[in-house]
Each structure stands twice: as C-alpha cells, then as structure tokens.
C-alpha cells in the first residue's frame, strides 16, 4: 500500500478527537478542493481556508490607490489579472479601465519595465501584491529599472508576509498545513521557532494530491500525540535554509512594514516595502498619494472567511449576487480564493 492510500484510509477513519487544520496557502485550498480531498476526511477533521491568497488579503483602500493613480495620477497600471476585477470602495481597475485608464495585465514585474521602457512617455506602476515568493522578481524588477536608467517605472506595493500571520492567526486553528513554495523561500527554522517559542504546529507540504493527504496524516497524527510539532513533508523543495540568495535580494530592497490585511487588521511588520533609498520606485512617495481608509461592501464576509469564521457557503451572497463572473468580494475573484473555490469545486 503506498504512503498516499494509508494516508487517505487514515483520514477518512479516523475518530479521535476533533482538530481543526488551516491550510494558508490559496493554492492549497484550490488543489484540495480540486482532488476532493475534503469529502473524504473524517467528519472529526475541520479543514480552515486561511488568509494565503495575497489578492483577498489586500483591502480595498490598495485597490482604491491604484485606481487614482490610474484615474488622477495619469499613470498606466500594470498588473496580474486578479486585481484587476477586485472591488474597491467605489470602483475596480476594470471600471477604471471603462471610464478611460490605462490598465495592463502582465505575467511578470518584468514585462512591466519592458513596457515603461517601450513607453517613456508613460509613467508606469506595477501593483506589487504578493508573499514572500513573488518579492524577490519584483525587486528584480527595480534592479532592471535601475541598470537601464527609467525614471518612468515604480511599484505599488502590498506584499506581505506569513511568519507574523501565522501568529496573528494561532488560535483560530489547532495546526498550520505551511505553504510550500513560501518556505521554498523563507526556510524551515521559522517554523521550528513557532513551534518551540509559541507552541504553534504545522507541517510544511507540497501540492500534489499524495503529498496533500500525507501532510495531512502527518498533521492528525502529530495533533493526537499533543505535542507541538514541525514537520518538513516537502523536502525536495523545502531545505532548512530556504533560498539565500531570493532572500538577500528582498532585503536589499525591501524592509517589514506594518500592513492592514482584509479582515483581520494591521499585523505589525507582516508587509514589505521599498527601502528608503529605493522610494524614486516607490509609487505612493513618487505621486504623494493621500492616505485612503477604504470600505468593503458591508455584505461580503471575506474577512470572516480569511480567519476561518464562517465558509465561503454560509456568506448569504454566495451563489447567488457573488459567482466568478460577478464577484462581490475578493474571495471569490482571486483564482486562489476561498470562495472561487467553494464555487468551482463545491456543489456549484
Ligand atoms: Fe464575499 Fe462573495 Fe465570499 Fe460572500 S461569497 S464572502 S460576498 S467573496
């Protein structure tokens, strides 16, 4: 019998006591939906889709400043698609993009220095949104910028980081499942400290339907035994030391800021913005935008299901005023959305 089937006898039979997981990673909440994970567990196993979807996460007074850099500013705003279609207090990018805006979708930060470069009359601003995997290529970004000599290129940003979420959101779960790619990057010994300074457990696992269902074994397991426990189920990716040289990169542009995430507040220096001597790239200094507080559509729960409080499916407005092509919150935009996914997966 091979690790994965023994993993999913497991957790399907298994009846100990209640535990509760939170996958943080959107990814992750999109590929267990996607195998059908959830419907083979244990009524015994509450799985908690956690705030690792960097689109749902990023509140609306970001989307609120792109838009009036879009808008007011003249600026050409460049992005991945996501964002693209996120509510903001009164308009999206895509509204934006209707009353005139100049809005791109692009793959990569570097395709936008490609365009500021194509374009010098334009001023250009990359919306800079992501964990710690996507950082490091956005600093690239601003290294091209510098070496090519573009005055006309600079990032909104909104990064943010999981060390101090995972702490925010220690007691709404019994266990983290860790997100990969993001220790691909940061490492392991963050999660040891975790473990041993704040007694917080989770394993760290990969994205395919085997390494799922064992990481989630793993989990049960190590809940049942009481102990707080790390355990690296993804090694041929994940190494205790992470990538140096992605990390040496962030930090050589990037310092922790305090940052507001969507439904759970300001978490003290979970965010990453351009060090000072990078702020001719930084666009909130470079265009002096005024400080925005935004509003979210008071009927979207997003911020109740980014910290577990309610599922995508008790939101009154699932299903019905909020589907994929008429999101009402972020949720249910962003491809790595809890919501999306109770949609795409679920019994719709
Ligand atoms: Fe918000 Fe829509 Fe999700 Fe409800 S279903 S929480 S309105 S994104």
New binding site residues.
Partial sequence: MSAASEAKDFLSSYDGKKVRIMEVCGTHTHEIFKDGIRQILSPQIDLISGPGCPVCVTPADFIDEAVMLALEKNCTITTFGDLVRVPGSEKSLADARADGAKVNVVYAPQDAVKYAQLHPDEEVVFLSVGFETTVPSECLAVQQAIEKGLKNFSLLTANKTMPEAYLAMKDATDAFLYPGHVHAIIGTSVCEKLRDEYGISGVCAGFTPSELLVALALEVKGLSRGEPFFINAYPRVVREEGSPKAVALTEKYMEPVDVLWRGIGEIKNSGLALREEYSDFDARKKYALPHITGRDNP????GE?LQGKCT?EE?P??GKA?RPEH??????VSSEGA?SAFYLYGRH
């Fill in positions: 009927a979207c729960r997003c299901v995508s939101c407005l699932f909020c999101p009402v919150g972020a949720c249910m919501c």
